[in-house]
């Protein structure tokens, strides 16, 4: 494996395995890896002949009043990880190598970004797209792999691709939990142990939810009523929202029909947490 800081030095090799015909996979990450990222890595690595996986914790996607500056790191594990994955090449830019001094260009996808997670974070989506559009001209993979717990995250870069003719495939990967169900999140090691506890709620509540679709519940306020009357017994989680929505536009719906997307938000400790479960009724 390869660790590779410059852009022009990643796009120089990048094009010799392109002009071999191979299959080149990118997993966009902002390291501090879990098996979550391994399993993403895993899978570029069955499908693809090069992977490339990016480690950059992205500054455009932060509010001020989020955790940036205090975002878990650890660039030698990361290292060892992705080498131990069959990554072939680590992307590790700095600041100044992505958003020079004179940089004035994003990205952003409307509508969607409003929705969900977009409500309380109003520019998390703009620098999403933007760092994630930047990676796409810079690799031009083939295919790219993300994780199904960033669903809103995999749905706007869908549209994304889709948009702007980007050549490649976007592939979604299942979430990947903690034995107790928990959804794996570089954030939760934020959590104390009471934290964690309670914040299994959020996948319980989820499941939950899809116990009443099957028992052939589909009202969307009588399913959002009851998650939130098991999360809000939880002292330690502050919800934030439960959205049923079109799992593609992110739409809200009165009825479950067709496959929605049923997600949840909160606040545990200093970590926020999201969870989500795909419905096909």
């Known amino acids: 494996m390869k660790t ?16 071999m015909g ?5 997993v966009p990450t902002m390291g501090y890896f879990h098996q979550g990222h391994l399993e993403l890595m895993r899978r570029a690595r069955e499908d693809c002949d090069v992977v490339v996986v990016s480690l950059y914790v992205n ?3 932060f509010a001020p009043s989020e955790d940036l500056e205090s975002y878990p790191r650890n660039f030698e594990r ?3 990880l992705a080498k131990s994955a069959g990554v072939d090449f680590l992307f590790y830019p700095s600041d100044e190598e992505m958003y020079p001094n004179s940089h004035l260009t994003f990205v952003e996808v409307k509508e969607m970004t409003n929705r969900l997670c977009g409500i309380s974070r109003p520019h998390h989506f703009q620098g999403v797209t933007t760092i994630v559009a930047k ?17 809103q995250q995999a749905a706007v870069i869908k549209k994304m691709v889709e948009d702007l003719n980007f050549p490649l495939h976007v592939i979604v990967i299942p979430t990947v939990r903690e034995e ?14 009471p934290e964690q506890e309670e914040a299994l709620v959020l996948s319980q509540s989820l499941e939950h939810a899809a116990e ?46 067709g496959e929605t997307l049923i997600a949840v938000a909160a606040r545990v400790g200093k970590a926020r947490l999201i969870d989500n479960m795909v419905i096909k009724a």
């Open 212 to 257: 009443m679709i099957n028992g052939g519940c589909r009202i969307a306020s009588q399913i959002k009523s009851e998650m939130q009357e098991m999360i809000e017994k939880k002292s330690l989680v502050d919800l934030e929202y439960i959205s049923i929505c079109d799992n593609n536009e992110l739409e809200e719906l009165a009825f479950v029909e």
């Open 59 to 61: 500054p455009t996607q």
């Open 135 to 151: 990676l796409f001209n810079i690799v031009q993979p083939d295919r790219a792999y993300f994780g199904q717990k960033d669903a």
């Open 78 to 80: 990361d290292k060892k």
């Open 4 to 19: 590779i800081t410059a852009v022009d030095d990643l796009r120089g090799k990048l094009k010799k395995e392109r002009q």
């Open 22 to 26: 191979k299959i080149i996979g990118l």
């Open 180 to 193: 107790d169900g928990l959804a794996m999140s570089s954030r939760n090691t934020y959590l104390s142990k």
